[in-house]
């Protein structure tokens, strides 16, 4: 089982940045798949991005590609969503989640995760 603890986030203007962390509990956190999500106020929580267990395999919703960068730290424990080019509807409470499995391929469904945090809030403001 593991625990997962995210920081970062913030009020920011629209074109700036945002690192958002995720700690995690326990000692194979290397074995699990990893994923940030995210939910709007009156939407749904969407996929954001996710890597699996080595780091070596990305993906990331369309209306996120080539602004938000997934990466992870096993020696530390956490996984980190580099946001850049922040805009308006990207506020929403983000979301760290996680698969164990050392899975070859990404997971970007919610269904496929077991583990999650208790969110952040991202405002971005226009």
């Known amino acids: 089982q593991v625990q997962l603890v995210e920081s970062g986030g913030g009020l920011v203007q629209a074109g700036g940045s945002l690192r958002l962390s995720c700690a995690a509990s326990?000692?194979?956190?290397?074995?699990?798949?990893m994923g940030w999500f995210r939910q709007a106020p009156g939407k749904e929580r969407e996929f954001v991005a996710t890597?699996?267990?080595?780091?070596?395999?990305?993906y990331y919703a369309d209306s996120v590609k080539g602004r938000f960068t997934i990466s992870r730290d096993n020696a530390k424990n956490t996984v980190y969503l580099q946001m850049t080019n922040l805009k308006s509807e990207d506020t929403a409470v983000y979301y760290c989640?996680?698969?164990?499995?050392?899975?070859?391929?990404?997971?970007?469904?919610?269904?496929?995760?077991?583990?999650w945090g208790q969110g952040t809030q991202v405002t971005v403001s226009s």
């Open positions: 989640a996680a698969k164990y499995g050392r899975y070859s391929y990404v997971l970007s469904g919610q269904g496929e995760y077991d583990y």
């Open positions: 890597l699996n267990w080595s780091g070596g395999v990305t």
């Open positions: 326990g000692r194979t956190f290397s074995s699990y798949a």
